[in-house]
């Protein structure tokens, strides 16, 4: 069975720093891109970056280009999110999210429970 | 980018009738393999997204047959057959096709 746990959300100033881990279990953790996804309170999903699965190609949103990194560690199948510079629109639910099937179009098959990041002074 | 709108954004629908969201794209969806990577989710409130449908028509594993998804180029639709109260939630399409991956805004369905 496919798990995603997603941790490392709290409360930070804006400025700030934090960043967010998911734990995958139950597929090949290397053979399967992987996304971070945002949703604001209240409001639509937002695709934030991804990253292929060797972790040598890494994507991003313009609204995070240059603030956010994402990186992967294939021998503890987890994915991470560092965030620096955090503004108070960076406030969300933070899910991470599988590709369906690798080299191809097919997203987000399989989604974590989400952690909560709240910018805030 | 690609821009994705659905309608309605609204949906009260009564138990045991069908229901049906439209979602349309600002560019055709067609990809270079011949695919059209057109996905739907839904949101139950408190809880994470699930997919439900892929490629346009697909139902993901454990989807209810009363979902279904249809369409083509710009133009696509979700049906529920018959809505049961576990359906209440928001709906979101999203594209694949073009980098880099959006959703549509969501359609809120629930019970008149």
């Known amino acids: 069975e496919v798990q995603l746990v997603e941790s490392g959300g709290g409360l930070v100033q804006p400025g700030g720093s934090l960043r967010l881990s998911c734990a995958a279990s139950?597929?090949?953790?290397?053979?399967?891109?992987m996304s971070w996804v945002r949703q604001a309170p209240g409001k639509g999903l937002e695709w934030v970056s991804a990253?292929?699965?060797?972790?040598?190609?890494?994507y991003y949103a313009d609204s995070v280009k240059g603030r956010f990194t994402i990186s992967r560690d294939n021998s503890k199948n987890t994915l991470y999110l560092q965030m620096n510079s955090l503004r108070a629109e960076d406030t969300a639910v933070y899910y991470c999210?599988?590709?369906?099937?690798?080299?191809?179009?097919?997203?987000?098959?399989?989604w974590g429970q989400g952690t909560l990041v709240t910018v805030s002074s | 980018d690609v821009v994705m709108t659905q309608s309605p954004l609204s949906l009260p629908v009564t138990l045991g009738q069908p229901a049906s969201i439209s979602c349309r794209s600002s560019?055709?969806?067609?990809?270079?393999?011949?695919?059209?990577?057109l996905n739907w989710f839904q949101q139950r409130p408190g809880q994470s997204p699930r997919r439900l449908i892929y490629?346009?028509?697909n139902r993901d594993s454990g989807v209810p047959d009363r979902f279904s998804g249809s369409g083509s180029g710009t133009d696509f639709t979700l049906k529920i057959s018959r809505v049961e109260a576990e359906d209440v939630g928001v709906y979101y399409c999203m594209q694949g096709t073009h980098w880099p991956p959006r959703f549509g805004p969501g359609t809120k369905v629930d019970i008149k």
């Open positions: 139950g597929f090949t953790f290397s053979s399967y891109a």
């Open positions: 490629k346009v028509s």
């Open positions: 560019q055709s969806l067609v990809y270079s393999d011949g695919n059209t990577y």
């Open positions: 999210a599988k590709d369906a099937a690798a080299g191809t179009r097919d997203y987000f098959d399989y």
């Open positions: 990253i292929s699965g060797s972790g040598g190609s890494t």
